[in-house]
């Protein structure tokens, strides 16, 4: 376990740093002077209109100047003790703006996962433990609904009912908990629908593999078998997924927090590439690579808590 | 002495995709006594796994039973789910097929063993965990109470095996279902787990339904034997007596059609120039973290010559594929060398594939499902590119003709085929070079009996035209019958070679001993009325049944 966990930990060093290079490489990538996009972009007038001397200063600001080397192991540097630089539109150092939004975005994804699991293990089972084959077939349809309804989409048709129409929740703002459901609803449904699915596909075939006649042959009754040994043998495949989900759900908040109008990373990230704003695209690149190392480490985790097999050694 | 186990006018069917649902069962009546061991044997398609599901009361949707299933009187056929739990388990339990797939892969054996106990209400925590070690010590687990928080990948088949057997006792059953308990195991693993469950089973007056392919097992477990056929019972009746004097003609083809303990050979040694010699051959599988290497062949010499037949015989990891595999030249031996002679090639060349094919186990995943098995029958010859459109489709006809099988099953695709026409397939691939030598690695062994006989006639009708083959089996009854030599392998070694007919009557090293005493048929062996060694007088038994 602990070999298992130091390895984890150097890869993650490793997928680290090649975020950290990926964003430095960013500002050398993009066509043009970046100097010039974010005078020009930034303040709405054209870079003509800037001054050479203000030109300069942001270089200097951002070290252009220097020779490449130099900069990318200062960049590094400066990475590694928690100096992003300072956003260009604000002014305000990018870690100050991330973390005004970072707490923001992880309770809408975290609840948004939350209920994306939920939901999807609900469906999933009620899709084979409810009786009727017509009733179970309904349910195994209306996940398909969920996978295929855009997120945007969804949004509106949210707030168009439960917020202006039934007035539930409100449509806008992040006060409180109630202002949560309709976003979390937005993000969670899609991969609800997915995980729903998959864990479906998954209870079924394991329903049809040797071992569960094997329990239906002990006097097992469906519930049990569903709930004792299918479903762990099903869930395999969902912790990928989940996974994944959470670049979903990052890309999935740049759309919901611009239309439920909440702060966080996803308005963030549109709004430092609307303003050209390269420190804060920089360090929104680090933090979500960062993210992704973590819940790819968190998952491996649950991996070998769900399969012992892979505690035990090579599977047969 | 009334039945503990009535099955009468048992009808099966399986809805289908298109157009009427298929019979599987046709009516069967079928009894088991309290304390016998009855034999349900026919092959794949005979019906007999459907009638064991149907005892069980595992039918999938799509499936219709009707007719009568009653145990002690009890109906079984339509008993409703909360009612199950009554019988299935308890008094009605399954020693299953696959000991592997058979095992929820994620839980500890001991909880699956005490799982029984826990939902009949027999036993719950540590009693049930007792209960459960106990039961895995009787159905012969040694170390039971070291392997019992084992995974089942952890566990060799033997013990898997062991774990189910000790699954279907532990709830005291009255009828324990056995559905081909042993063909995925070695054959002395197979004669260790029938002796301890035959054993388990008269000592506690347990019935024993006993569905199995494999004739011979049949004979030696069970009082009373049934044979099916398309879904029906051909004959019924004392094991001794179905078994050594069938009546009817499809009976009598299955029997006939078994490769008896000791049969004579259907091909005779031959003395021809050497062709393919290998010396030294050595393997080793590299052990992953914290397992040992293995080694799979450790200083193997083989020698064959034109025309020669030469069997390899062992048990699961003897290295025997291995073997086939370096010969092949799809595995590189760590040391060693091998030698097609005259003209000289090595295993690689294009000149050794050439001369050398191979004709795997399982015929259906060793050809690509796209492909209309014409192409893939002619593709080791298009790679060479040895003639244009007309002369594929002559040669693509002699191969045909020369497996016995018509010239339309080209445009077919293998899901089309039967298992026996597949096989044929892969053996017209590998002929249509006109090679010197085909390597086949268990050809047989995914074959009913009937169709296996086919297969084997085959083999032999294609070493009198010239052909040599070396033969990789774990079934020392079809070794016997087709090949001249063979070369007994344990652990990476060559243990014993000679003749076949001596090194199975007469077996030198201790090995050989026991696996020659664990091939199964002792009890029906009759020297007198074995197969004549014509092939063809067999294939007509066979095919008249048809």
């Known amino acids: 376990m602990t070999a298992f966990l130091l390895r984890r930990v150097a890869q993650m060093v490793v997928v680290l740093w090649g975020a950290i290079t990926l964003s430095f490489a960013l500002v050398h990538l993009v066509p043009g002077d970046p100097v010039r996009i974010m005078l020009g972009g930034g303040s709405g007038e054209t870079a003509a209109s800037a001054s050479p001397e203000q030109e300069a200063a942001l270089r200097s600001q951002l070290g252009l100047d220097q020779p490449l080397l130099l900069q990318y192991l200062g960049f590094l540097r400066r990475v590694l003790t928690g100096d992003l630089g300072q956003s260009y539109s604000t002014g305000q150092p990018v870690t100050a703006s991330i973390g005004a939004g970072l707490g923001s975005t992880v309770q809408l994804g975290g609840t948004a996962i939350l209920a994306a699991v939920l939901l999807g293990l609900l469906f999933a089972l009620a899709g084979v433990l409810l009786p009727g084959r017509a009733v179970r077939s309904v349910v195994q349809s209306v996940t398909v609904l969920g996978v295929a309804v855009p997120s945007f989409w969804l949004a509106v048709v949210l707030i168009q009912v439960f917020s202006f129409t039934l007035g539930w929740f409100p449509a806008f703002g992040s006060n409180g908990v109630q202002s949560l459901v309709l976003p979390a609803l937005t993000l969670a449904l899609v991969t609800a629908g997915t995980i729903a699915q998959l864990l479906t596909r998954g209870l079924t075939d394991a329903l049809g593999e040797p071992y569960a006649d094997t329990a239906r042959s002990k006097g097992l009754g469906r519930s049990r078998i569903v709930l004792g040994h299918a479903l762990r043998n099903a869930s395999i495949p969902v912790l990928t997924m989940v996974g994944m989900m959470v670049g979903g759900i990052l890309s999935g908040a740049v759309i919901v927090e611009t239309v439920y109008g909440r702060p966080g990373i996803g308005r963030l990230f549109v709004e430092g590439v609307r303003a050209h704003d390269f420190p804060l695209i920089q360090a929104l690149i680090i933090l979500t690579g960062g993210l992704f190392v973590v819940v790819t480490l968190l998952v491996d985790l649950a991996y070998r808590w769900v399969d012992p097999r892979i505690r035990t050694g090579v599977p047969a | 002495m009334t039945d503990l186990l009535r099955v009468r006018d048992l009808r099966v069917s399986y809805a289908s995709r298109r157009g009427a649902p298929v019979q599987a069962v046709r009516g069967v009546d079928l009894t088991v006594a309290p304390g016998e061991v009855v034999a349900l044997v026919g092959e794949s398609g005979s019906g007999k796994t459907s009638i064991g599901r149907a005892v069980l009361g595992l039918h999938r949707r799509g499936t219709t039973v009707t007719g009568s299933i009653t145990l002690d009187g009890r109906e079984l056929v339509g008993l409703p789910e909360r009612r199950r739990a009554g019988v299935y388990g308890t008094a ?455």
Not at chain 2, 342 to 370: E, I
Not at chain 2, 446 to 455: K, P
Not at chain 2, 494 to 510: L, M
């Open chain 2, 92 to 546: 009605v339990t399954v020693v299953p097929q696959d000991p592997l797939a058979a095992l929820n892969p994620l839980h500890p054996v001991v909880r699956q063993v005490s799982e029984v106990l826990r939902v009949h209400g027999l036993a719950r925590g540590a009693a049930a965990r007792d209960l459960a070690i106990d039961a895995l010590r009787l159905a012969g687990l040694d170390d039971a109470e070291h392997l019992a928080d084992r995974l089942p990948h952890e566990l060799s088949g033997g013990q898997r095996q062991r774990v189910l057997i000790a699954m279907a006792v532990v709830g005291g059953p009255r009828l324990i279902v056995a559905d081909e308990p042993t063909s995925a195991l070695d054959v002395t693993v197979q004669r260790r787990i029938l002796d301890h469950l035959d054993a388990l089973v008269r000592r506690s007056g347990t019935s024993m339904l006993l569905i199995t392919h494999d004739l011979a097992v049949a004979a030696d477990r069970a009082d009373r034997v049934v044979v099916l056929a398309d879904g029906a019972v051909l004959e019924e009746g004392p094991a001794r007596t179905v078994l050594t004097a069938p009546t009817t003609p499809g009976a009598r083809a299955l029997v006939a059609a078994v490769p008896g303990p000791s049969s004579i050979p259907l091909v005779a040694p031959v003395d021809g120039a050497p062709l393919l010699t290998a010396t030294g051959l050595r393997h080793v599988y590299p052990g992953r973290r914290g397992t040992p290497d293995t080694v799979a062949v450790d200083g193997l010499d083989l020698h064959l010559p034109a025309g020669g037949t030469l069997g390899v015989v062992g048990e699961s990891g003897s290295g025997k594929t291995s073997t086939a595999r370096i010969l092949l030249g799809l595995l590189r031996p760590d040391a060693g060398t091998v030698t097609l002679h005259g003209p000289d090639a090595r295993p690689g060349d294009r000149a050794f594939t050439r001369r050398v094919q191979p004709v795997f186990q399982d015929p259906y995943s060793s050809l690509d499902p796209a492909h209309p098995v014409g192409v893939s029958i002619l593709e080791p010859w298009r790679a060479r590119r040895s003639g244009g459109r007309r002369a594929a489709r002559a040669r693509l006809g002699e191969v045909l003709d020369q497996v016995r099988l018509p010239a339309a099953i080209a445009a077919r695709r293998p899901h089309e085929l039967s298992g026996g026409q597949l096989q044929r397939v892969a053996i017209a691939r590998a002929l249509s070079i006109r090679p010197d030598l085909l390597i086949c690695d268990e050809p047989v062994s995914s074959l009913d009996v009937t169709v296996q006989a086919q297969i084997l006639d085959l083999l032999a009708d294609l070493h009198r035209e010239g052909l040599a083959y070396l033969f990789v089996s774990h079934d020392l009854a079809v070794v016997r019958e087709i090949c001249a030599r063979v070369l007994v392998m344990h652990r990476g070694r060559v243990v014993e070679q000679g003749e076949t007919v001596r090194v199975f009557d007469a077996p030198e090293h201790p090995y050989t001993r026991e696996l020659v005493a664990a091939v199964p048929g002792r009890a029906v062996a009759q020297p007198s009325s074995r197969t004549p060694p014509t092939t063809s007088a067999r294939s007509q038994a066979v095919e008249a049944a048809r």
